[in-house]
């Protein structure tokens, strides 16, 4: 069978359990492994295994090639999963990259568009916290305000890697999000569904 | 030119073995129920229900001015397997219902859920119905005989129109889901 390309799917899959507070799990098995599939479970009270921030941050640390993300059976809505917020932080900071992974993270911000950052929140234990909040004092400064512009004012090369990190860390927890002109979003068609069943 | 204002139509298919409770659950959440043509059962299945439905259960759901949902039932017999493809087209997502006290019917169900289960970006939401039977397997049982890990099962009495939404909600909760998750891979790693 052939292998899929790497990627580093697990990210985004991370920040839709944690931005969205969902419980889930993700299976992934990383491109330089032939071991089966991990699994991380995030849920409101436990996680699977003994330190989850080991987990993370191995989670975080190598692109993987086989990654898959499932919703569990939860239909609890606001289910509470600020108890990983602290974990998060802590595998940010201790996660190390190889060269060439920590550029093809950066690759990925550095295509993205204008960006808006949540103002930093008192439950972020984020050592690093000057980083972030020169990243958000950057895009509410700044109508470009592109990870490619952020990374450019860098002043130095240690400054790449703290503002990679911060990046990696606001991107999971969901407080990054593209600035878009303001207009009006128009609802999808299941969520106006969604509305009228609530209603009837 | 015509003075019909156009309408836009979403399909939500609702599908499930024999028994299982498509065509009240269609009934108690449609504002219109156009077919869903009940004869006596004559084949071996007269046993257990003396109606059934043969053609389609179809509803309309009239969602606001601009959207009405097209809600499919398929006839829960195998034979009638021919029809899934089609029906299957173009729609929102799909709620399997299934028996929880009959082991006939869930066994027949896996062949369905595996079909449904692979149809692309249609996310399946499986409601067990009858739990409220002393025979009825648990939801843990019918996870593990359909392999349907990740999947949300929605214990529902189809009779009871709370319960009948909850299992078409827990559904549009997944649609959402998936929609606003394919929004964040708009960051792409």
Partial sequence: ?200 | MSSMAYKEVAKILITGPFNSGKTTLIKLISDEQLTGNDVEATDELAHYKSMTTVSLDFGVMHIDDGLNVHLFGTPGQARFNFMWKTLSQGALGTVLLIDSSSQKAIDEAKEMYAFYRNLPERPIIIGATKQDLPQAKSIEHIRTELDAEGVHIVACNPCIKEDAKKVIIALLEDIIEKESFAEDNAFTF
């Fill in chain 1, 1 to 200: 069978m052939a292998k899929k390309s790497r990627t580093f799917n697990q990210i985004p899959l991370l920040r839709t359990i944690l931005a969205k507070k969902r419980s889930g799990s993700i299976r992934y098995c990383f491109s330089s492994d032939s071991s089966p599939l991990e699994k991380i479970n995030i849920t409101s009270k436990q996680f699977s295994g003994e330190n989850i921030t080991e987990q993370m941050k191995d989670l975080l640390s190598r692109p993987t090639y086989t990654c898959e993300w499932n919703s569990q059976v939860q239909l609890m809505p606001n289910t509470s999963i600020d108890a990983i917020v602290p974990c998060l932080c802590s595998a940010v900071e201790r996660v190390v990259w190889k060269p060439k992974h920590a550029l093809a993270l950066k690759q990925a911000f550095l295509n993205m568009p204008a960006i808006h950052i949540e103002a930093p929140d008192p439950a972020v234990t984020y050592s690093d916290m000057s980083a972030y909040i020169a990243l958000y004092r950057f895009t509410e400064k700044n109508s470009k305000s592109s990870p490619k512009l952020f990374f450019a004012t860098a002043s130095k090369k240690g400054d790449q890697m703290r503002y990679l990190k911060v990046l990696v860390l606001v991107y999971c927890l969901g407080f990054m999000s593209i600035k878009k002109a303001k207009k009006i979003k128009k609802d999808s068609i299941a969520t106006r569904v969604l509305k009228r069943m609530r209603k009837i």
